[in-house]
């Protein structure tokens, strides 16, 4: 059987002048108008239509495609107010009502608006309501922390934007977290930043922590590349700019800047802004890192090895020390011996210390002054 507001897809009967007729169980036989006929088309063929009334509450196919169907929350523009209510463009020849009576706020042409579009049992005709609480499941909730959801915007309150989760819940974007145009009847991701003791549900945009800022570090290097010439923007550009351009807050904003320079990608200039490093500069920029990280781990060799020559001294001035202890006044010749050993072992490891230095430092040459007489 057809379904009235769905689409369905309907085999056809029999074709006329002014269209093609469709199977609809029950209903019986549903004219599709002509100018919506598709090219080839022949009795006993299937074809997807939307089934609604038309204007003289006859049921009527069309292979349009409505902007919301039954069951669906959808922002929908105001075209004229009637004494039965509000029509919407919903993107079909025939505009849809929203009877007064189910208006939250009396509606004002040119305006958009979210509402649910339903089927209306007693007329069979598909209306629509912008009173959307009895269509939520404010019941059950199980929603986690840093949960992504899918959001629908509904309207604009003094706090931020009030959005729909999940078709289900009721939750509020707050304007100063919001770094994007957002408007009624938008649909875009989210994730639960809080749920909050009296069951409402704060939400927020922007991916926490470095997954947001790498993403928009690709970005800021993938409009470069594009752009082949310096993007206006700095860490001093004001947040609204930077808002407006990248859709994040400047302090994500600065944090992938400072990513990216990191990683000797980019220059940053107060005057020019961003601007890509040429091949050339990331190839000495590698050079440099290499030579900082070889000269920083012979400091480190260093160290390690007159840690080890200081121990080694002392190790042997303990020995020095304990034999001279407990030898006894007729055993001296033992502790001269000690003694000489210690010297002797100072000696050779201070000499293997400086010819460490002389293999593994390298001397750079002193460069005079042209100018200065010698």
């Given amino acids: 059987m ?35 006929v598709p090219e080839e088309c022949k009795p006993g063929d299937t074809i997807k239509v939307f089934i609604y009334l038309d204007s003289e509450d006859r049921l009527v196919a069309t292979t349009e495609k409505p902007l919301a169907m039954v069951g669906d929350f959808a922002g ?27 208006q939250q706020e009396r509606m004002k042409e040119g305006e958009t608006y979210l509402v649910y579009v339903y089927l209306d049992e007693k007329s069979q005709r598909i209306v629509a309501t912008s ?8 019941a059950t909730m199980d929603y986690a922390v840093n949960e992504e959801v899918d959001l629908i915007i509904a309207k604009k309150t003094d706090l931020g934007y009030k959005a729909i989760i999940d078709n289900s819940h009721w939750g509020i974007l707050y304007y100063n977290e919001v770094f994007q145009p957002l408007n ?14 009296d069951q409402k549900i704060d939400l927020y945009l922007e991916k926490p922590g470095f997954e947001k800022i790498d993403s928009l570090s690709e970005t800021i290097l993938t409009k470069l590349k594009e752009k082949g010439e310096p993007l206006p923007y700095n860490d001093k550009t004001s947040p609204k700019i930077i808002a407006d ?3 994040v807050s400047k302090k994500t904003f600065k944090k992938a ?41 012979n400091s480190r060799r260093h160290a390690e090895y007159k840690r080890q020559l200081l121990d080694k001294e002392k190790l042997s001035r303990n020995e020095y020390v304990n034999e001279e202890q407990h030898s006894s006044l007729d055993e001296k010749p033992t502790g001269y011996i000690a003694k000489k050993r210690f010297a002797t072992d100072i000696k050779h490891s201070v000499e293997k210390y400086q010819k460490e230095i002389e293999i593994t430092k390298k001397k750079k040459p002193v460069k005079r002054n042209p100018r200065i007489k010698k």
Avoid at 11 to 31: A, N, Q, R, T, W
Avoid at 184 to 197: A, E, F, S, T
């Fill in 2 to 36: 057809a379904a009235i507001g769905e689409i369905n897809e309907l085999e056809i009967v029999k074709e006329v002048d002014f269209g093609l007729y469709l199977d609809g169980g029950s209903h019986g036989e549903i004219l599709l108008p002509k100018r919506y």
């Fill in 76 to 102: 929908l523009r105001v075209v004229s107010n009637t004494p039965v209510g509000s029509f919407l463009d919903w993107g079909l020849m025939k505009d849809l009502l929203v009877p007064f009576r189910e």
């Fill in 131 to 138: 009173k959307l609480d009895k269509y939520l499941d404010e």
């Fill in 184 to 197: 009624i009847g938008d649909r875009i991701k989210g994730l639960i930043k809080n749920i909050r003791p």
């Fill in 245 to 247: 351009a990248f859709h």
């Fill in 257 to 297: 800047l400072g990513t990216l320079y990191k990683k000797h990608l980019i220059h940053i200039d107060e005057k020019r802004g961003i601007s890509l490093m040429t091949e050339e500069e990331i190839a000495e920029n590698k050079k440099k890192v290499l030579s900082s990280r070889k000269q920083s781990q």
